[in-house]
């Protein structure tokens, strides 16, 4: 299991996790619905990664452009789920993998400092015939700050709009292995 130290498990959620996995040989990444402290939700599983979710994604994060239909599209989690569904990516604060998959794919890929490594990661679970399970049904808490991500000229922005062309650049063009 990945799990970030900002993360709060819920009762039962780890039991159910562990149960489906294992009566799913298929699943290779299973996540949860990930709850903001307050307990309200945190948008968590994700398309892969295009130029258009990755302008809209900016956008609203920096408060130039909030909701539309383009980022409805690109966010596969939604507060009103209520059955396990298949997505492209879920975010690394919980990532259950069977340890013979995640041998098998490879570990995350030390080229994404921070940043899309859940989704490159997701995307060889994909590419080697397995699943990516969000499973809205259990929770936890993520206590998710990512302030410095909102300053556009921050850092964070840099590292975010970079990994993002990375993974592109590596998983679509295959100008990079």
Known sequence: MILNPDTLMHENTLDTMLNY???NSNVGVLSCKLEYPDGSFQESARKFISFKYM???RMSTWNI???NKILDEYIMSKPYDNEEKEVDWVL???MLIPRSIFFEIGMFDERFKLYAEDADLCYRVIKNGYKVIYLPSVSLTHIYARKAAKNIFSKASF???YT??????KNYLR???
């Open 21 to 23: 996995i294992v009566s």
């Open 55 to 57: 302008f809209f994604s």
């Open 65 to 67: 452009y909030h909701k």
């Open 92 to 94: 690394g604060a919980c």
């Open 159 to 161: 590292l975010q709009l």
């Open 164 to 169: 993002a062309v990375l993974f592109y650049v």
């Open 175 to 177: 100008l990079i292995k």
